[in-house]
C-alpha cells in the first residue's frame, strides 16, 4: 500500500485545514489507519486513528472536539478535519496504513505534509 498525503500549509490560529491520504495498491487489506504528527523536537504522536471498515475512531486528548478522522473506502481517501487550530498543531502530519494482502503484512507511511499554525 503506497500513502499520499496531502492538504497542508499556512494557517492562522482558529481556522480549520483538511487534510487528506491517498492510498494505493492492494487496499483491501488494511486492518486500520491513522494521522500522527511530529512536532519540532518532539516524538511523532498519533494524532487519530481509524479502523479499515471506518467504524472505530479513537483521538488524542489534543484533538478530541477539534479533530475529525473519517475514511471514503470508495475513493480509498482517509482525511483529517482540523477545525478551531492552535500553534501548537504544528507538525509536519503523517498517514499510516496496517494491514495485511494475503500473507504478507504492512504498516506503511507517506511522506509527510507540513502543517504550520501561526498565531
Known amino acids: 500500500v503506497q500513502l499520499v498525503e496531502s492538504g497542508g500549509g499556512l494557517v492562522q490560529a482558529g481556522d480549520s485545514l483538511t487534510l487528506s491520504c491517498a492510498a494505493s495498491?492492494?487496499?483491501?487489506?488494511?486492518?486500520?489507519m491513522g494521522w500522527y504528527r511530529r512536532a519540532p523536537g518532539k516524538d511523532r504522536e498519533l494524532v487519530a486513528g481509524?479502523?479499515?471498515?471506518?467504524?472505530?475512531?479513537n483521538y488524542a486528548r489534543s484533538a478530541r472536539g477539534r479533530f475529525t478522522i473519517s475514511r471514503d473506502s470508495a475513493k480509498n481517501t482517509m482525511y483529517l478535519q482540523m477545525n478551531s487550530l492552535k500553534p501548537e498543531d504544528t507538525a509536519v502530519y503523517y498517514c499510516?496504513?496496517?494491514?495485511?494482502?494475503?500473507?504478507?503484512?504492512?504498516?506503511?507511511w507517506g511522506q509527510g505534509t507540513q502543517v504550520t499554525v501561526s498565531s
Open positions: 499510516n496504513a496496517a494491514g495485511c494482502s494475503g500473507s504478507v503484512c504492512y504498516d506503511n
Open positions: 481509524i479502523t479499515g471498515d471506518g467504524g472505530v475512531t
Open positions: 495498491g492492494r487496499t483491501y487489506g488494511i486492518k486500520r
